[in-house]
């Protein structure tokens, strides 16, 4: 078994043992909110984090976590998901894939998008973008702090990174298994990728 593989495995049973205890919270939020109770911010603060995590979860799953090499995933999963993310994040993903795809090429695209977020840190939107096989992801901000140093793992991929940069070193991994070559773009206030 490979090491993205391995790695793939545990985040997939991390996720799954991390929604449970969550999903019970957001179940006790919602039994006190029917009683009356819960009509207070810190209420709401509660409900509102319960809900963001579920939704980063679900997020994290997929660009991380391991799945079949035949499994799709359907357009509307993913709006839906982001919509439950988007109000809550600083960085906005606009995902303009049409139909349902390959999980593999959904998990590529959420690590893109994590990748142009790191460099996001005021916040900012990123359009992922599909037109027959040519994926286009754009980012665009007031202000941008790219980690030049990250960005070479598409170059020469090693795991001497930051845990918090691990998204691109698995993004590299994946498209050159998949005879994919990244290419970028960088202006002051957009990135964008192409592969």
């Known amino acids: 078994m490979d090491d993205t593989k391995l790695a793939s495995l545990v985040a997939s049973r991390i996720c799954h043992d991390i929604v449970n205890p969550l999903s019970a919270i957001g179940n006790g939020v919602e039994l006190l909110q029917m009683t009356g109770q819960s009509n207070s911010p810190e209420m709401q603060m509660i409900s509102d984090a319960v809900a963001n995590a579920n939704a980063s979860i679900k997020f994290?799953?997929?660009?991380?976590?391991?799945?079949?090499?035949?499994?799709?995933?359907?357009?509307?999963?993913?709006?839906?998901?982001?919509?439950?993310?988007?109000?809550?994040?600083?960085?906005?993903?606009?995902?303009?894939?049409?139909?349902?795809?390959?999980?593999?090429?959904?998990?590529?695209?959420?690590?893109?998008?994590?990748?142009?977020?790191?460099?996001m840190p005021y916040g900012g939107e990123v359009v992922v973008h599909k037109e027959d096989n040519r994926w286009t992801i754009h980012a665009t901000a007031r202000k941008f702090n790219p980690d030049l140093s990250a960005w070479d793992q598409f170059q020469t991929p090693s795991l001497d990174l930051a845990p918090r940069l691990i998204h691109f070193t698995l993004a590299a991994k994946i498209l050159a298994d998949n005879g994919r070559v990244l290419k970028k773009t960088v202006t002051d206030t957009s990135i964008t990728v192409n592969f």
Not at 85 to 91: E, G, K, L, S, W
Not at 93 to 98: F, H, L
């Open 60 to 119: 994290f799953r997929i660009a991380f976590g391991h799945g079949s090499d035949d499994t799709i995933i359907g357009a509307t999963e993913v709006h839906s998901l982001l919509s439950e993310i988007n109000p809550h994040a600083r960085v906005k993903i606009d995902w303009q894939v049409p139909g349902d795809i390959p999980r593999k090429c959904t998990q590529v695209g959420f690590l893109l998008s994590l990748c142009l977020e790191s460099a």
